[in-house]
């Protein structure tokens, strides 16, 4: 076997991840010279340069590529491995870092996986919100849940369930303003959007009896963080078009109120992502099939 030392392929892991040897001596506690020489000596082990060099960044070359996806799962079962032996009858036990749409996770998820740790005392938990669509594989992240038709042919999806966006405001917005009865009235209100891979979603789709119509809105806001988005429309600034699972207990309690709720929205399905061809470990499958279960639920 050529490869003599696991440390030499932590380094590799974390070259690749944050693109300079000073990020991945940072993220192990090297320095950037014992980094070097640590990845030099992998590098001559196997015969192949594994990453092209710059003066700004270090990008993988097809060999170093093929490396670090056998790298990376090979380390999963390691320490999958640890996990289990270091548990209790079998015990579930290790860390599962799971990114969630921010509005998603402070509606929804919070007491789901409050639930889940409570169930699985030695899983520890690492929750990543942001409505940037996250890399599975760079972000070091083990289930991704995104919102929409997923384009990533590499990765290996679970639907977990199928909504759609819904209109709603305030009861004082639509004391102050009136509701909109069809969407063309969109076009008088003030319409609260969000940013989608930095760009403004302004084109709301609707659909009744088979017909679709399109609006093109306008609006005094917008934000790169959709939960931003829920608590303007539940502070009475204007109409949001959301997901109707982010918006449900608003719309059960009444602090939101549905608009045209004759006229549907694209089925915007939510989906469980995970990289393909990578082991999952059992605390990762224990965690989606418990989200399902609670989504099945909802």
Excluded at 107 to 123: I, K, M, T, Y
Excluded at 251 to 272: E, H, K, M
């Amino acid at each position: 076997m050529k490869i003599e030392n696991i440390a030499d392929l932590r380094v590799l892991v974390e070259t690749a991840r944050g693109g300079t040897l000073t990020a991945a001596g940072h993220a192990l506690g090297l320095t950037p010279a014992a980094a070097s020489a640590m990845l030099k000596r992998l590098e001559t082990q196997m015969g192949a340069r594994l990453f092209e060099r710059s003066t700004r960044a270090m990008r993988l070359t097809a060999q170093g590529q093929t490396l670090l996806d056998y790298v990376l799962r090979a380390l999963e079962l390691l320490e999958e491995g640890e996990a289990q032996l270091a548990s209790d009858g079998g015990a579930l036990r290790g860390t599962v870092r799971l990114a969630a749409p921010s509005d998603l996770a402070r509606s929804v998820l919070l007491p789901w996986l409050d639930a889940f740790q409570h169930a699985h005392p030695g899983v520890q938990l690492a929750l990543s919100v942001s409505d940037r669509v996250q890399d599975v594989v760079r972000d070091a992240v083990d289930v991704a849940l995104r919102y929409g038709a997923l384009g990533d042919s590499g990765l290996v999806a679970r639907v977990l369930f199928v909504s759609q966006p819904v209109l709603c405001a305030s009861p004082a917005y639509l004391a102050r303003h009136g509701a909109p009865a069809t969407p063309q009235d969109l076009l008088q209100h003030n319409c609260l959007s969000f940013q989608i891979r930095g760009r403004r979603h302004l084109r709301w789709r609707f659909v009744r009896d088979g017909v679709w119509t399109e609006v093109q809105v306008t609006g005094d806001r917008s934000a790169d963080d959709a939960a931003i988005v829920h608590q303007w429309a539940l502070a009475g600034h204007g109409l949001c078009f959301k997901s109707r699972l982010d918006l449900v207990h608003d719309l059960a309690s009444g602090a939101l109120v549905r608009v045209l709720p004759q006229w549907q929205g694209d089925d915007y399905p939510l989906s469980a992502v995970l990289p393909s061809g990578r082991f999952v470990p059992a605390r990762v499958r224990a965690l989606v099939d418990h989200l399902a279960v609670c989504f099945a639920g909802v």
